[in-house]
């Protein structure tokens, strides 16, 4: 894997939009910067977050990134931050373990971000997670402890934030640097989910230091959406098989139905948390799906 300097002497892309670029680099902001089109060519298409090496106005190289994800296009992100409402929207498990697997897969830092805690309990998803070696944060608005926590786990670091719309993605960026002024929405009563009032990824610099991206929320994940898992690696982003998976009684044992599993032993023995590995099998299922195309 390459290793990317996060010290950011290169320049970087904060901003995307139409082929346009904003670029951030020691000598100031540079805005509607183009990209060679030879870049395009190699399989270099510029994403936001890309450290690059400038030509006047002109991108004209694109530094090895350590990950990216696809929808949108990120690249060299230390952690992905997943917001859960605890009400309005509703948490969403399976949204969530498919967010924690894409995580895994693209070997970014997971991190939960509880909001609306004052309104319902987040006992239930707190214990889950913790369990299985989640790092999660709570985040009440009336208490100030609780964002200088946010705020320090951002700090130096390139960040993204995901969730459903309505969850409070850009509630909560403001909240953290007020000088933000980022777009936000109210909840559709009659959909039960919010506005979408992000519309491109975007770098958002941090008075404390790194850059956060709020991207785009949305009501259903399609795991695709960030990137392409096969069935055979699917297991491998489910951290809690890793004790089981390899003590099956057959080698190339999907771990949804087999007599002899082990991973299905030890969800019968409440080892594996029971969502969990239903939501394995979802994903399973559309992974079936994934054609050599795709890939």
């Not at 690059?52 to 696809?70: F, H, Q, T, W």
């Not at 509703?90 to 805690?117: C, G, H, M, W």
């Not at 309104?119 to 609780?146: F, H, K, M, R, W």
């Amino acid at each position: 894997m390459a290793v990317v300097n996060t010290e950011a002497k290169h320049s970087i892309i904060i901003k995307s939009v139409r082929g346009l670029y904003t670029v951030a680099s020691p000598d100031g902001v540079f805005k509607e910067c183009t990209a060679r089109g030879i870049l395009r060519k190699k399989g270099q298409e510029p994403y936001v977050g890309d450290q690059v090496r400038m030509d006047g106005n002109v991108i004209a190289e694109v530094l090895p990134r350590k990950n990216e994800i696809i929808r949108p296009p990120l690249a060299n992100l230390d952690q992905l931050c997943f917001v859960v409402s605890m009400c309005e929207p509703q948490p969403n498990l399976r949204l969530l373990d498919k967010f924690i697997a894409v995580s895994a897969y693209k070997e970014i830092t997971p991190l939960l971000l509880l909001t609306k805690v004052d309104l319902a309990s987040c006992e239930e998803i707190y214990a889950l997670y913790s369990s299985i070696g989640i790092p999660i944060l709570t985040v009440d608005y009336q208490n100030p402890e609780s964002l200088e926590v946010v705020r320090n786990a951002f700090a130096g670091k390139v960040s993204a934030l995901t969730g459903n719309s309505g969850a409070g993605k850009s509630t909560l960026l403001n909240a953290l640097d007020s000088t933000l002024e980022i777009p936000t929405g109210e909840i559709s009563q009659k959909l039960g989910r919010g506005r979408h009032t992000t519309r491109h990824a975007q770098l958002y610099p941090l008075s404390s230091g790194g850059y956060i991206a709020d991207t785009p929320g949305f009501s259903t994940f399609d795991t695709q959406r960030y990137a392409v898992i096969r069935k055979e690696e699917l297991a491998d982003c489910f951290a809690e098989f890793a004790e089981y998976k390899d003590d099956c009684r057959f080698h190339d044992c999907s771990h949804t139905c087999e007599k002899g599993c082990a991973v299905l032993e030890a969800v019968e023995n409440g080892k594996i948390p029971k969502s969990r590995h239903e939501s394995y099998c979802d994903m399973y299922e559309e992974a079936k799906q994934i054609k050599e195309w795709m890939l």
